[in-house]
């Protein structure tokens, strides 16, 4: 299983990721590889799953930055208000 044709995993789109890596999971599982390509395979498989799992956690942040945004919908007025009732 040669990685020299391989597209670098950061130019993979996500949905390219997640097949390759599961393209991977699946080779490792038939237990046909060779040793020496079985190691290759699991290698581009962590690294796959690195990139994926880093890929999420910045989506995650991003949608609670939004998330955020929308729970502070609190105006200038209504923090006054709530201010002089203090």
């Known amino acids: 299983m040669p990685q020299d044709n391989l597209q670098?995993?950061?130019e993979l789109t996500f949905r390219q990721a997640m097949a390759e890596l599961e393209q991977t999971v699946a080779k490792l599982e038939s237990n046909t590889l060779?040793?020496?390509d079985s190691l290759e395979a699991y290698e581009r498989g962590?690294?796959?799953?690195?990139?994926?799992?880093a890929r999420i956690g910045e989506a995650q942040q991003k949608v609670d930055v939004l998330v955020g945004q929308l729970e502070q919908s609190a105006t200038d007025e209504e923090i006054d208000t709530t201010l002089q009732k203090a």
């Open 46 to 53: 962590v690294a796959l799953l690195k990139n994926l799992k």
């Open 8 to 10: 670098p995993i950061e």
């Open 34 to 36: 060779e040793l020496e």
